[in-house]
């Protein structure tokens, strides 16, 4: 996410989370020293953060949850692994078939040397770029923990490679083709996976034959870790969504506030979509001070909204109602628009041009919600979002909290982001290179250098300890969030899809059709995207 806005919807989808998300480990770095379009050039950015309604800094490249809104920047790197729906450029999504110019790979960034290993130590190369880590800031603290995890032990000798997103694409890509991948790849996300299909090791069976007991995790969160059935990491930092709310907008409406847990009433009637739609109404006040209840209420002048639902493209806008995958299941080449989420996208486009209870994109973009950052702006009462959110608003000065989401059709659906480490099928060092894997996905230290919430439960305290610190006097109910790690969208609206790149270019134009144009027949809208992927899909290679 960056200040600058590019050319299109699609493009700004594409390209405002990465500098909103790297923003949040330059801020923790700092806390802690004291005690996270669809060109060759981008990264997985697709379920992007609004524009800062100041200036953002962005020269790190990770998702976190620990950070304010920044007040500085520039995003020159890195991307944040959480994000989706837009990958990399590509000839093909695998990393398998991608072909190379040269069987020489592109220059790294970055390659440590290996201090501290132990003579015959087998030699275990970290690839790092393909989302967080890889700016000047963060990778000092990265070549650290190398060091110190090498000088602990005799087996491994882990070797850095540091490569600048959006190079670290075709870089990997190259050197896979020329048989010099690396053995680990991360942090990544489902987004930076997904450019590299098939090329993922199962790790289940490295588990079980290292003893390592995956049941302490929740099923969900390792259904989650899975790419295409595969358990492809274990899971590490995590990015659950959930509402944000406006206290201050309840107020003044005299509103209670919405539930802080499943099953629970609100005002007396069940948390589900018709309830929160209701809310929501209430909550919309054109500038005559009428709700979108009464009959006087100005839609053209709409000074407050009661929704927003992002920043996400048209499958995070999708999954509110359920994941799902735009394909049939038996044939990945066809193209399928699932049901719930032709149900989503009606009550979506219906929210803004019927119900007027969220903004469309002439109102997103406006002075008046904050060109682009929705929640900040102060005039959304609720808007859905993940925990690396907090980078974007004064996390300390507004006065907010977080809410379960409601039931739809008779299920809770909270899209999740989540960071994992992966080992390379190419690797010639599975079980060494596992070894040194299952230490990084419960280390501390690349928690705090990463910032995502610990999947281990015995770290989140200390982790929600960090971010309290930062709150001013709100008090957070980060019960919430964990609460929603147990509702992941699964199928992922970050996962894997034929010809990733132009069909995310489809998702995001779609949704910015929805937010623009009045008067569509959204059904006929929906089967023409279904066409438009169909054909995408049949022309994967």
């Given at each position: 996410m960056h200040l600058s806005k590019p050319t299109g919807r699609e493009s700004s989808f594409a390209s405002k989370k990465i500098s909103y998300i790297a923003t949040l480990v330059l801020l923790m770095s700092v806390v802690l020293a004291a005690c996270g379009d669809n060109t060759a050039t981008t990264a997985p950015a697709a379920t992007t953060a609004p524009a800062a309604a100041t200036t953002a800094a962005a020269t790190t490249a990770a998702a976190a949850t620990t950070a304010a809104a920044a007040t500085t920047a520039a995003a020159t790197t890195a991307a944040a692994t959480t994000a989706a729906a837009t990958t990399p450029a590509a000839t093909t999504p695998a990393a398998t078939t991608a072909a190379a110019s040269s069987t020489t790979p592109p220059p790294t960034t970055v390659i440590s040397t290996g201090e501290g290993c132990a003579s015959g130590a087998t030699k275990i190369t970290w690839y790092i770029g393909l989302g967080a880590?890889?700016?000047?800031?963060?990778?000092?603290?990265?070549?650290?923990?190398?060091?110190?995890?090498?000088?602990?032990?005799?087996?491994?000798?882990?070797?850095?490679?540091?490569?600048?997103?959006?190079?670290?694409?075709?870089?990997?890509?190259?050197?896979?083709?020329?048989?010099?991948?690396?053995?680990?790849?991360?942090?990544?996300?489902?987004?930076?996976?997904?450019?590299?299909?098939?090329?993922?090791?199962?790790?289940?069976?490295?588990?079980?034959?290292?003893?390592?007991?995956?049941?302490?995790?929740?099923?969900?969160?390792?259904?989650?870790?899975?790419?295409?059935?595969?358990?492809?990491?274990?899971p590490f930092a995590l990015f659950p969504s959930f509402i944000y709310y406006n206290k201050d907008l309840f107020d003044e409406a005299k509103l209670p506030y919405p539930p802080h847990k499943v099953g629970e009433k609100y005002d007396g009637k069940d948390w589900n979509l018709d309830t929160f739609t209701a809310l929501a109404q209430e909550l919309t006040v054109d500038k005559s001070g009428n709700a979108a209840t009464d009959a006087n209420f100005d839609a053209k002048n709409i000074t407050q909204f009661g929704f927003f639902d992002g920043p996400t493209d048209a499958r995070g806008v999708a999954v509110l109602f359920g994941g799902g995958l735009p394909y049939d299941p038996a044939d990945q080449k066809t193209a399928k628009i699932p049901d719930n989420w032709r149900q989503a996208w009606t009550w979506y486009y219906n929210s803004i041009w019927k119900l007027h209870i969220s903004p469309n994109n002439d109102y997103q973009q406006s002075d008046l919600l904050a060109k682009g950052n929705e929640f900040k702006s102060g005039h959304v009462a609720m808007q859905a979002s993940?925990?690396?959110?907090?980078?974007?608003?004064?996390?300390?000065?507004?006065?907010?909290?977080?809410?379960?989401?409601?039931?739809?059709?008779?299920?809770?659906?909270?899209?999740?982001?989540?960071?994992?480490?992966?080992?390379?099928?190419?690797?010639?060092?599975?079980?060494?290179?596992?070894?040194?894997?299952?230490?990084?996905?419960?280390?501390?230290?690349?928690?705090?250098?990463?910032?995502?919430?610990?999947?281990?439960?015995?770290?989140?305290?200390?982790?929600?300890?960090?971010?309290?610190?930062?709150?001013?006097?709100?008090?957070?109910?980060?019960?919430?969030?964990?609460?929603?790690?147990?509702?992941?969208?699964?199928?992922?609206?970050?996962?894997?899809?034929?010809?990733?790149?132009?069909?995310?270019?489809?998702?995001?134009?779609?949704?910015?059709?929805?937010?623009?144009?009045?008067?569509?027949?959204?059904?006929?809208?929906?089967?023409?995207?279904?066409?438009?992927?169909?054909?995408?899909f049949k022309a994967a290679s």
């Amino acid at each position: 996410m960056h200040l600058s806005k590019p050319t299109g919807r699609e493009s700004s989808f594409a390209s405002k989370k990465i500098s909103y998300i790297a923003t949040l480990v330059l801020l923790m770095s700092v806390v802690l020293a004291a005690c996270g379009d669809n060109t060759a050039t981008t990264a997985p950015a697709a379920t992007t953060a609004p524009a800062a309604a100041t200036t953002a800094a962005a020269t790190t490249a990770a998702a976190a949850t620990t950070a304010a809104a920044a007040t500085t920047a520039a995003a020159t790197t890195a991307a944040a692994t959480t994000a989706a729906a837009t990958t990399p450029a590509a000839t093909t999504p695998a990393a398998t078939t991608a072909a190379a110019s040269s069987t020489t790979p592109p220059p790294t960034t970055v390659i440590s040397t290996g201090e501290g290993c132990a003579s015959g130590a087998t030699k275990i190369t970290w690839y790092i770029g393909l989302g967080a880590g890889a700016d000047a800031d963060v990778i000092p603290k990265e070549q650290a923990w190398a060091d110190k995890y090498n000088k602990s032990q005799t087996e491994a000798c882990v070797i850095m490679q540091v490569v600048h997103n959006p190079e670290s694409y075709d870089t990997l890509k190259a050197q896979l083709a020329a048989g010099q991948g690396p053995d680990i790849v991360g942090p990544v996300g489902k987004a930076g996976r997904a450019s590299f299909q098939g090329a993922w090791t199962d790790i289940a069976p490295l588990a079980q034959a290292a003893g390592v007991d995956l049941s302490k995790y929740d099923p969900a969160l390792l259904d989650f870790t899975k790419d295409e059935g595969t358990l492809v990491g274990i899971p590490f930092a995590l990015f659950p969504s959930f509402i944000y709310y406006n206290k201050d907008l309840f107020d003044e409406a005299k509103l209670p506030y919405p539930p802080h847990k499943v099953g629970e009433k609100y005002d007396g009637k069940d948390w589900n979509l018709d309830t929160f739609t209701a809310l929501a109404q209430e909550l919309t006040v054109d500038k005559s001070g009428n709700a979108a209840t009464d009959a006087n209420f100005d839609a053209k002048n709409i000074t407050q909204f009661g929704f927003f639902d992002g920043p996400t493209d048209a499958r995070g806008v999708a999954v509110l109602f359920g994941g799902g995958l735009p394909y049939d299941p038996a044939d990945q080449k066809t193209a399928k628009i699932p049901d719930n989420w032709r149900q989503a996208w009606t009550w979506y486009y219906n929210s803004i041009w019927k119900l007027h209870i969220s903004p469309n994109n002439d109102y997103q973009q406006s002075d008046l919600l904050a060109k682009g950052n929705e929640f900040k702006s102060g005039h959304v009462a609720m808007q859905a979002s993940h925990t690396w959110y907090t980078c974007c608003f004064d996390i300390a000065k507004q006065n907010w909290d977080i809410a379960v989401m409601p039931t739809i059709n008779g299920k809770i659906t909270a899209k999740l982001h989540g960071d994992t480490f992966a080992i390379l099928k190419s690797s010639k060092n599975q079980k060494v290179a596992f070894d040194v894997l299952s230490k990084m996905v419960v280390d501390k230290d690349l928690y705090q250098i990463y910032g995502g919430m610990p999947a281990n439960q015995a770290d989140r305290a200390e982790f929600f300890t960090t971010l309290n610190s930062r709150l001013g006097n709100n008090k957070v109910d980060w019960s919430v969030a964990e609460e929603m790690l147990k509702y992941p969208d699964l199928p992922n609206h970050e996962s894997w899809l034929p010809n990733i790149i132009k069909a995310n270019d489809a998702f995001n134009k779609f949704r910015t059709l929805m937010d623009q144009t009045p008067d569509l027949n959204i059904n006929s809208e929906i089967d023409k995207l279904q066409s438009q992927l169909d054909a995408l899909f049949k022309a994967a290679s």
